[in-house]
């Protein structure tokens, strides 16, 4: 399995309540490139990200189904991931070597979800991400989020390099 890029986030970028790895009571989401099994990673016309988060009984909007505000909290940082992860190899940067953190700090600009059918609470959700486009300090990422193979969301988001002032506020 591929890394995830949230394991290599700096602990200055690791609080975050979608996908901190240090935020106890986060989603701690973790966001990889998608193998194609033979140790490669898939080459860059084919290559997708995935994350895939199990919601729990908290998350509910009604019995039986998950609340859309969860559904958009995934896609969020799977998109700011999966921007980080497109940053981090356009850049050459080795993700598990000692500079790994030096290019992954990314924010949601834009956050777009447009919720397909009723999410059912219980089986995991499991979001692929495609990069649609590298400009500068903007990537974006669209999205898609199955559960039982069922699209249930989608959605777009334009992330951006996290400006100086936020990164000096941690
Ligand atoms: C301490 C660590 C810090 C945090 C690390 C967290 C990592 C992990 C956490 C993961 C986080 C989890 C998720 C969260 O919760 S992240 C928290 C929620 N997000 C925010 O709070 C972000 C607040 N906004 C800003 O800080 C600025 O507006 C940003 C940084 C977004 C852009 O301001 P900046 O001055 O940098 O931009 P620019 O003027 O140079 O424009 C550059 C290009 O971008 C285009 N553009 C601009 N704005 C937007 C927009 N809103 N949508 C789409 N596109 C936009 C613009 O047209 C131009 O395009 P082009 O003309 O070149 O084509």
Sequence with gaps: MEPAIQDHYPDDAA????????????????????????????????????????????????????????VASVIDCSGTGSASLAATRDRGIDLVGETGSDAVRFVTGTLEVRYQRPTPMGPPLVVRGRIAEVKGRKVTVELTMTANGETVATGRVIALEAPDTMRAAG
């Design 15 to 70: 609080a975050c309540y979608g996908c901190g790895r240090l935020n106890d009571q986060g989603l701690q989401l973790k966001t990889r490139w998608v193998s194609d099994g033979s140790g490669e990673t898939a080459t860059e016309t084919e290559s997708a990200t995935e994350t895939v988060f199990t919601p729990r009984p908290e998350h509910t909007a009604m019995p039986g189904f998950v609340y859309g505000g969860l």
